[in-house]
């Protein structure tokens, strides 16, 4: 059964430094997303991508943030000079979408930790 | 997104049935209902989804009242993997999930 994946399942960074987390979605799929999740807390919404755009974003996704599809597979959420409270867990999606509904299918996730 | 409510916290022995609660009742009529688990860390996965009519898979059942303001979901035979936080989310742009705190199912053996 195809899955999502993520790279990397862990990643260390110190503080004022940049990320790129990989994810491959399913590979049918048109709808691409990134939520993240601090520890014990809820799963935040950050962005959704359409087209090769953004198509929503969240207020959390701000300047520091940016996603890419920079080729037929991979995409990709880059987080300029991170901050201590960037440390959590983002999770990759994407949507097979049929009218309406919008069946979310989730990456194992990426752990952030940033020092 | 309507605001969804679900009990914090649910206890099922292993091998009955859960079912578990969740009221949407600011839905809109062309809004679905969604429901995921996440299970410890791990990315939350999909179990079903519905509109109005009751729905089920190989996981899961969902019951939806005919007025679409509260909906259960039923784990038939629930094992101690099924252990788990449980989201029901009823997203009015279909794109932008909103998890809130969900209902922390324990299966008891």
């Known amino acids: 059964e195809p899955e999502v994946t993520q790279t990397p399942s862990h990643q260390v960074t110190q503080m004022g430094q940049e990320v790129i987390l990989r994810c491959v979605p399913i590979s049918n799929h048109l709808y691409f997303y990134w939520y993240r999740q601090i520890l014990g807390q809820k799963v935040e919404f950050l962005v959704s991508?359409?087209?090769?755009?953004?198509?929503?974003k969240s207020e959390i996704f701000d300047d520091q943030f940016s996603v890419e599809r920079p080729d037929g597979s991979n995409f990709t959420l880059k987080i300029r000079s991170t901050k201590l409270e960037d440390s959590a867990m983002y999770f990759c999606?994407?949507?097979?979408?049929?009218?309406?509904?919008?069946?979310?299918?989730f990456g194992p996730g990426t752990r952030l930790t940033v020092t | 997104d309507a605001k969804t409510t679900q009990p914090p916290s649910m206890d099922c022995a292993e091998g009955r049935a859960a079912n578990l609660p969740c009221n949407h009742s600011t839905i809109s009529g062309n809004e679905y209902v969604y429901w995921y688990r996440q299970i410890h860390s791990q990315g939350p996965q999909y179990i079903i989804h519905g509109l109005k009519n009751n729905e089920t898979n190989e996981m899961a059942s969902l019951i939806i009242t005919e007025d679409r303001k509260s909906s259960t979901l039923i784990l038939p035979h629930a094992t101690l993997r099924d252990t788990a936080v449980y989201y029901c989310?009823?997203?009015?742009?279909?794109?932008?999930?909103?998890f809130g705190t969900g209902t922390s199912l324990t299966v008891i053996p």
């Open positions: 989310i009823a997203p009015n742009t279909g794109n932008q999930f909103y």
């Open positions: 999606a994407s949507a097979r979408v049929t009218g309406n509904v919008y069946e979310q299918y």
């Open positions: 991508f359409y087209n090769n755009e953004i198509s929503e």
